[in-house]
């Protein structure tokens, strides 16, 4: 067994599963991978669990019975890792859009104890690291994580992201069965309730590649959900109860 375990949850993702897994583990023997299924409909937990023959020992498929947020996912597949030994858990998407050659970089900081969490970042040094999105997904993204800062005074530039490295005791310390979100702002309340607690966070700068293959999983919903979910975790954390 590696000592890190990337998460990759997926919802109908056959166009790109089979490619990020090999990738994943054509760059480094230290990365193993669980793949979190919602009962996709197109056949993505079929495809891995085929792989799982050429690849036992290092992949994992942990099947939903249906979908529920990408919160929820990461949580079942956080729960799944701390009941093994792992010492680095990540989280990223199954599209390309998160490099998965930064997951090296990513790892060493977190091996060489420069900090508990790390972020694949896409505004870093006054820069936009974003690749084929049209100017109002720009804006909306890097304003969302702006209203973020604001709200919440959190020192981190790309509040949303989803590229994500803990070392193991952030989430079992964090209060993960507190977890209030289960869509865009999951990675918010993450985020900031380890920054709460102390615990050090770095970002390293990425660029954020818009899918190629498949359908995005975005919806007004969810940001209505990060836009309120900020204020009520400002208000919880200015009460005491985070």
């Known amino acids: 067994m590696a000592d890190s375990l990337v998460i990759i949850p997926t919802y109908n993702e056959k166009e790109n599963i089979e490619d ?24 993505t937990a079929e495809i891995v669990e085929k792989m799982k023959n050429e690849f036992p020992s290092r992949l994992n498929l942990l099947n939903r019975e249906k979908k529920e947020g990408l919160g929820k996912a990461y949580l079942a597949g956080f729960d799944w890792a701390l009941k093994r030994d792992y010492a680095y858990i990540f ?3 199954a599209d390309f859009s ?14 060489a104890n420069e900090a508990d969490l790390v972020i694949g970042s896409r505004y870093l040094k006054g820069q936009i690291g974003v690749a084929n999105w049209d100017l109002k997904r ?15 005074r959190i020192p981190v530039r790309d509040t949303t992201a989803g590229f994500v490295g803990y070392k193991r005791e952030v989430l079992e310390k964090i209060g993960l069965d507190k977890i209030e ?13 380890a920054w709460k607690k102390g615990y050090r966070i770095q970002e390293i700068p990425i660029v954020f590649v818009d899918r190629q293959k498949g ?27 985070i």
Not at 223 to 238: D, R, T, Y
């Open 20 to 43: 990020i897994l090999r990738y994943v583990f054509d760059i480094s023997p230290d990365f193993d991978i669980l793949v979190v299924d919602d009962n996709s409909p197109d056949g």
């Open 91 to 93: 989280e990223m998407d």
């Open 98 to 111: 998160h490099p998965p050659k930064n997951l090296i970089t990513m790892r060493k900081i977190l091996h």
């Open 138 to 152: 720009i804006l909306l993204s890097y304003f969302a994580s702006l209203y973020v800062r604001v709200i919440t």
């Open 181 to 193: 979100f289960v869509g865009y702002a999951f990675q918010i309340e993450m985020k900031f309730k």
């Open 215 to 241: 359908k995005s999983k975005m919806h007004g919903s969810i940001i209505s959900e990060a836009a309120m979910g900020v204020i009520k975790m400002k208000w919880k954390s200015l009460t005491g109860k």
